[in-house]
């Protein structure tokens, strides 16, 4: 795949790594304004360009099957039933071959981000997140355990950075993580607010008749951040750095279980 004449070019920043998509479908660049305009920063110098190029959907795409990523020669490959990219690091660009609708571009973003936060000590998790009194809080677990009710019940001075996945970043100095705002929805069908605040706390999260908080042991606390960890590649070096990071969160940042009655009191707990 080349570089396609692009008409339109709209730098997507995401976790402080602005990344230039460029089209020549104004229909798609609508989308994407659409679908990333808070984090759409024009002022922003890009570290990699991607151009989109649109076809027609193939008979029998399916857009919920699982990516496949794999690095040959220089590049990553990425494919899905509906979208086909490759991202050539060091040329610092890449093409994504795809139809006319976001879900598509969505799942490249989020795999790509997840390579680079690999290599940074960083990781996407599979929890909602939200930021209160300056501080940013995760709340992960399994399907229906009850990210997307946390967020809805979210009090006036909570900000939500995402009911879906969420984005870390270590700190310069090494000390903790930052939490970032993310574009990827998930129930609520709203991107997060594009902003950061370091992580105080991760809470695994399960519904019982009544709210508290129980210690989770550094084991338990390693194994729950890998199983809730998106990532994609199956490539050992990055793997082990993803795993490296797990256990360097599990140790530095406080887990704990969150076991909640689903009404708005249990936001009483989340200091």
Not at 9 to 20: D, R
Not at 120 to 147: D, I, P
Not at 206 to 224: C, L, Q, S, T
């Amino acid at each position: 795949m080349g570089s396609i004449a692009s008409t339109f070019a709209l730098p997507i920043e995401i976790g402080g790594i602005p990344i230039l998509v460029r089209t020549d479908s104004p229909e798609f660049a609508e989308i994407l304004e659409q679908r990333y305009g808070g984090y759409i920063n024009f002022s922003a110098q890009p570290l990699f360009t991607f151009d989109v190029e649109i076809v027609e959907p193939s008979t029998g795409a399916d857009a919920d099957a699982a990516a496949t990523v794999r690095y040959e020669e220089g590049r990553w490959i990425i494919e899905r039933g509906d979208f086909y990219a490759e991202w050539n690091p060091q040329a610092k660009h890449g093409c994504i071959r795809q139809a006319l609708y976001p879900y598509a571009i969505d799942a490249a973003l989020r795999i790509l981000h997840s390579l680079l936060l690999a290599s940074q000590g960083g990781l996407l998790m599979h929890a909602a997140s939200a930021v209160r009194n300056g501080r940013a809080f995760l709340f992960a677990g399994v399907s229906e355990a009850g990210k997307t009710t946390m967020s809805r019940l979210a009090p006036p001075d909570a900000t939500l950075l995402t009911d879906e996945i969420s984005y870390l970043r270590p700190n310069s100095d090494g000390t903790g993580y930052l939490a970032y705002g993310t574009p990827f929805a998930g129930e609520l069908a709203e991107p997060g607010a594009n902003i950061r605040a370091p992580l105080a706390g991760i809470f695994l999260l399960g519904k019982g008749p009544e709210n508290r908080i129980e210690p989770v042991g550094e084991g338990e606390a390693a194994r729950a951040v890998l199983a809730n960890i998106l990532f994609f590649a199956h490539d050992a070096e990055l793997v082990g750095k993803v795993f490296d990071t797990a256990c360097r969160v599990a140790r530095t940042v406080p887990v704990q279980r969150l076991t909640f009655f689903p009404d708005a009191r249990v936001w009483g707990l989340i200091q």
